[in-house]
């Protein structure tokens, strides 16, 4: 077994991996990457991009199947769904590609393949060829799926989101088990592609909602197309031929069970912080396990050691995975002189339709922090203007802002183009601006954005304590 000694040590070769390394680079430092499984990042294979690719499928299958409600009539649709996953897998692969010869251009000495463990602090051990001394450490090692041990026996009829991405056609039906972004974006879009899809859910939780009634009006919404189960509980799973029967108990206590071809687990993933012998680190962790850390510098306590992505387990998505990666490997760098670095704005949308963004402070966040201190304005586009134009007239936006300052704070929303709304938001509030100064800013006609703002001016109206805004002033030109 060799021993090496560098400055900095990057476990994972993730979106925060491979940042973190090359912001640690740029002092000049010796810095090595430790990558046991395939290079890729979670996002170009397994994430964002394949999912992504599935859902444009999709959505050109539901835009035909929607086009007669414009007088518009096209013939039979056949979905092909070889070809449909044929073209999945052919782009990711292309995504994954340009990850590849990014690590490629890494110089040959600084990737270590194999699984890395702490065997003291700053000293790490990957597999039984090395031993890294490392005068700091970058924790980037990602996250996995959950899939509860009970299901397991049903072999290969049980997936993950990543199994999904390397089907060469699709299957007949499918169950889907979880509410959050994954189980809803996959869900929906299969259905949409003509698989028999029920979506089941512990409770009443969808994506990363909060707020009430945004809630209620995303499960009406969705709940409207898709067989959408809430308050169901999986009561147990098993191989059934070549597929698999899923038992449950709803609500009422009423138990079913039904036969699919798979049973897609999308019920949250699990930061990969086990078996890397943290409790070698030096570190104090909390009661998952994983590291105590400060935000602002992505340090655990005042060890070396740093921590990104998705193994912290605080925002898991690309976004935050490069900017914590970036802080982490810049500190690493600079150990012991760490500094704050830039924590931006809170994003997140879901790629279900209607989308769902959530940006800045959650309602839930704000009854915490702002308890009694906080006033909300709000938007149906049921009657927005642009939005009964496209036929997507569903969904609300809920805004957020601090009493006494006028401080935007955050919003949730189900909506029409949400993805785009929850950049202009999320920009507002990374720059503090005050709800009158957004109001001050320029709306066109006719745009969704015209919602947005309808819900402030209701918002300006409740800070001030007075009236609120009209139900929809945004569907006459020049309001």
């Not at 199994?163 to 889907?176: G, K, N, R």
């Not at 105590?292 to 605080?314: H, K, P, W």
């Not at 810049?330 to 769902?356: S, T």
Request: one cysteine or more; glycine letters at 12%; proline letters at 4%.
């Amino acid at each position: 077994m060799k021993t090496i000694r560098v400055d900095v040590a990057v476990i994972g070769a993730g979106t925060a991996g491979m940042t973190a390394y090359r912001s640690a680079r740029k002092h000049g430092k010796r810095v090595v990457m430790i990558e046991g499984g395939a290079y890729g990042t979670t996002c170009a294979r397994v994430g964002c991009m394949p999912s992504k690719l599935l859902i444009a499928a999709a959505e050109a299958a539901h835009a035909v199947a929607a086009a007669p409600a414009f007088g518009v009539h096209p013939g039979a649709v056949r979905i092909d769904g070889a070809a449909v996953m044929a073209r999945v897998r052919a782009e990711r692969d292309r995504f994954v590609g340009f990850v590849l010869e990014a690590v490629e251009e890494m110089p040959a000495a600084d990737k270590i393949r194999g699984r890395a463990r702490f065997i003291g602090p700053g000293r790490l051990q990957v597999d039984e060829h090395t031993v890294i001394e490392a005068a700091s450490v970058v924790i980037a090692s990602g996250s996995t799926a959950i899939v509860p041990e009970a299901w397991r026996g049903a072999g290969a009829r049980v997936v993950i989101s990543d199994d999904v991405f390397d089907w060469s056609d699709l299957p007949a039906s499918v169950a889907v088990v979880g509410s959050g972004v994954i189980g809803l974006e996959l869900g929906q879009a299969l259905h949409r592609l003509g698989v028999r899809v029920a979506l089941y859910a512990r409770g009443a939780g969808v994506a990363q909602l909060s707020d009430p009634q945004v809630l209620a009006t995303a499960a009406r919404a969705l709940g409207g197309e898709l067989d959408l189960r809430m308050h169901t509980r999986v009561a147990g799973v098993e191989r059934d031929g070549d597929g698999v029967l899923l038992r449950s108990v709803d609500a009422a206590g009423v138990e079913r069970a039904e036969r699919y071809d798979y049973v897609l687990a999308a019920i949250g993933r699990r930061p990969n912080v086990a078996g890397i012998g943290l409790e070698l680190a030096g570190v104090a962790l909390d009661a998952r396990g994983v590291p105590l850390y400060d935000r602002r510098t992505m340090q655990c306590g005042d060890s070396a050691v740093f921590i990104a992505g998705d193994a912290d387990n605080e925002r898991p998505v690309l976004p935050e995975a490069a900017d914590q990666g970036h802080i982490a490997g810049d500190n690493a760098a600079r150990y012991p002189a760490v500094r704050a670095g830039l924590r931006r704005a809170a994003l997140a949308v879901a790629f279900c339709e209607p989308q769902i963004a959530t940006v800045g402070a959650r309602h839930k966040e704000l009854c915490l922090s702002h308890a009694g201190g906080f006033a909300v304005g709000a938007v149906s586009f049921e009657n927005q203007g642009r939005s009964r134009v496209m036929l997507q007239n569903r969904g609300m936006l809920r805004v957020y802002g601090e009493f006494g300052s006028g401080r935007f704070l955050g919003a949730e929303m189900v909506g029409p183009r949400a993805e785009h709304l929850g950049h202009l938001l999320a920009w507002a509030c990374q720059a503090g601006l005050t709800v009158a100064a957004m109001l001050d800013m320029p709306f066109y006609h006719p745009v969704v954005e015209e919602g947005v703002r309808t819900a402030l001016r209701e918002l300006l109206g409740q800070l001030s304590r007075g009236a609120a805004g009209q139900l929809c002033p945004d569907c006459i030109p020049g309001a």
